[in-house]
């Protein structure tokens, strides 16, 4: 597809369970972005890839939040231990350079943890 | 203080009127601004960008930016139902690749 892809699009999962959420950036796309958006809020940046590496994962709220791109296209958002409070859509965005405008977020994974 | 500041809303206007939506934002060395909507359920979309004081049009929608009083903001022109939503302002700043977003304006426009 043209857009950022991400999957699943909801995903209800029980405290203490682990999760996995995947983004699918649009290709050439050298940097991706997470962002976390709770209800009536805006987002919240949590981490940003040039290439395979995390140039910046200042916003990743503890050390149960990781998120990996290990060859430079598709990014995992993996998230151990759930709360509550991880309840949130987490959304991916892509864009071909650093700097070069605004991105394009895809349609976000709904995240419930019950 | 909260680094984009915008009025939660909600606002409301008649059909045809002009929208007018506000946001300041506290890091002086801003670079660049946006205004993204929000439909409820849906992810953010990109509208507007705008760099340099001064106004920008695109269509309907202009965006008007005033770095010295670090304020920027979205008209839009003859509203539309269509455009009832959520407008978020979103401000990148010297790291010149993270977006850090006000809360948003709910926005009604009222047949």
């Known amino acids: 597809g043209a857009g950022v892809s991400q999957t699943p699009s909801n995903k209800v999962t029980e405290k203490g369970k682990y999760v996995e959420l995947r983004c699918d950036p649009i290709?050439?796309?050298?940097?991706l972005y997470w962002y976390r958006q709770s209800l009536g809020q805006g987002p919240e940046f949590l981490i940003y890839f040039q290439g395979t590496g995390a140039a910046d994962d200042s916003g990743l709220p503890n050390d149960r939040f990781f998120a990996v791109r290990p060859e430079g296209s598709v990014s995992t958002l993996k998230i151990q231990r759930t709360e509550r409070g991880d309840s949130a859509v987490y959304l991916c965005?892509?864009?071909?350079?650093?700097?070069?405008?605004?991105?394009?977020f895809g349609s976000g994974t709904r995240l419930t943890v019950v | 203080q909260k680094e984009v500041e915008q009025n939660s809303g909600p606002l409301s206007v008649p059909e045809g009127a002009i929208a007018s939506l506000n946001c300041t934002y506290s890091d002086r060395g801003s670079q660049s601004f946006f205004w993204y909507r929000q439909y409820s359920g849906k992810s953010p979309e990109l509208i507007m960008f705008?760099?340099?004081?001064g106004d920008k049009e695109d269509g309907r929608f202009t965006a008007q930016l005033n770095k010295a009083s670090q304020y920027v903001s979205l008209l839009i022109r003859d509203s539309q139902p269509s455009d009832s939503a959520t407008y978020l302002c979103?401000?990148?700043?010297?790291?010149?690749?993270?977006?850090?977003f006000g809360k948003g304006t709910l926005l009604t426009v009222n047949p």
């Open positions: 705008i760099y340099s004081n």
């Open positions: 979103a401000v990148k700043g010297s790291s010149n690749y993270k977006l850090t």
């Open positions: 965005a892509s864009s071909q350079l650093q700097g070069a405008g605004g991105y394009t």
């Open positions: 290709s050439g796309h050298t940097a």
